[in-house]
């Protein structure tokens, strides 16, 4: 397994001291029932929301773990898939994946144990090293620790530079990863075809609280809609609602868009003046796939799409 040490330099970072400590401060474990977490995941042929949630325990080699399940809303959040198995003991959390649809984990990591978290930190200049995109192990530094005020109560926050997101007690990573909750592999990739997810919102179900969400947490909805776009598609972003298709528009090179059967008939046009989306009214057309192509004066992006 390859090894890199990126140092404080290569981080672009200058360490600071730690904020006191609130003295109404008090630790928020991440293992804990009654809470969900939700993430916009995508990549170049499709977006979904996925939320995780603990239920139940279970003993593995004398260790107590909670069960961790995902649904999505691919499967109308109806179908509840076993994720694997976390603990926490110390301020570090333990994760054991089962679920193979975790994108971007090591193959010879499911089903084992692996350090998924660690919130214990008390300085500027402790390490941390982190499971990386394709089996690399990356050690980084601590850079700052702060606090920050949830429903009232304050939360340490942990950064580690500028090429990392930040941690947050009881939340996770805030920002755009390669894995998920109980897959957090939170280097930012450059590419555009890779797996990505980015947690959205966490829930109090017990109490019904929203503990955290972000900003702009309609858009990752709106995005993620309810629609299949397929693969082989030219990474366009589709979203589909009830009765309504839409498109992504990420330039002013474009003249119109064109839905299509599969037949290959044109069943509806839009002309695009600059606009930023467009979007196609689906509830008279019959379920099947359909082609959906933006076209310019140098040529024609398009993704196949499912309506249902």
Same mark, same amino acid.
């Given at each position: 397994m390859k090894r890199i040490i990126a140092s404080v330099a290569a981080l672009g970072c200058t360490l600071s001291s730690v904020a006191q400590q609130p003295a109404e401060y008090e630790y928020v474990p991440m293992v804990r029932e009654g809470v969900e977490w939700e993430y916009y995941a995508w990549d170049m042929s499709y977006s979904e929301i996925i939320k995780f949630h603990f239920d139940g325990e279970k003993t593995?080699?004398?260790?107590?773990?909670?069960? /961790?399940?995902?649904?999505?809303n691919k499967d109308d959040f109806s179908t509840q898939i076993l994720a694997g198995y976390m603990r926490e003991d110390n301020r570090k959390v333990y994760s054991i994946a089962i679920d193979s649809k975790h994108y971007g984990m090591p193959w010879d990591i499911y089903g084992k144990e692996y350090l998924s978290y660690n919130f214990d930190y008390d300085n500027t200049g402790d390490t941390e090293t982190i499971m990386a995109f394709r089996n690399d192990i990356i050690e980084y530094i601590v850079s700052d620790i702060s606090f920050?005020?949830?429903? !009232?109560?304050?939360?340490?926050?942990?950064?580690? #530079?500028? +090429?990392?997101?930040?941690?947050? &007690? #009881?939340?996770?990573?805030? #920002?755009n990863q390669h894995g998920s909750l109980i897959t957090p592999q939170p280097l930012l990739l450059s590419c555009s075809d890779c797996y990505r997810a980015e947690l959205i919102a966490v829930r109090d179900t017990k109490n019904g609280?929203?503990?955290?969400?972000?900003?702009?947490?309609?858009?990752?909805?709106? %995005?993620?809609? +309810?629609? !299949?776009? &397929?693969?082989?598609?030219?990474?366009?972003?589709?979203?589909?609602?009830?009765? %309504?298709?839409?498109?992504?528009? !990420? /330039?002013? /090179?474009?003249?119109?868009?064109?839905?299509?059967?599969?037949?290959?008939?044109?069943?509806? +046009?839009?002309?695009?003046?600059? &606009?930023?989306e467009a979007e196609f009214t689906t509830e008279w057309l019959p379920a099947g796939v359909y082609v959906v192509?933006?076209?310019?004066?140098?040529?024609?992006r398009s993704a196949k799409v499912r309506i249902k």
């Open positions: 593995i080699n004398g260790k107590t773990y909670k069960r /961790c399940y995902r649904t999505s920050m005020t949830i429903n !009232d109560k304050p939360r340490r926050k942990i950064k580690f #530079g500028t +090429t990392v997101p930040a941690l947050i &007690e #009881g939340l996770g990573y805030m #920002g609280v929203t503990e955290w969400k972000k900003e702009n947490y309609d858009t990752y909805i709106e %995005w993620a809609g +309810t629609g !299949d776009v &397929e693969s082989g598609s030219d990474g366009l972003q589709v979203m589909q609602g009830d009765g %309504w298709l839409r498109i992504k528009v !990420d /330039c002013n /090179c474009y003249r119109r868009a064109e839905l299509t059967n599969a037949k290959g008939t044109v069943v509806d +046009t839009v002309t695009l003046q600059g &606009e930023s192509s933006l076209i310019s004066d140098t040529g024609i």
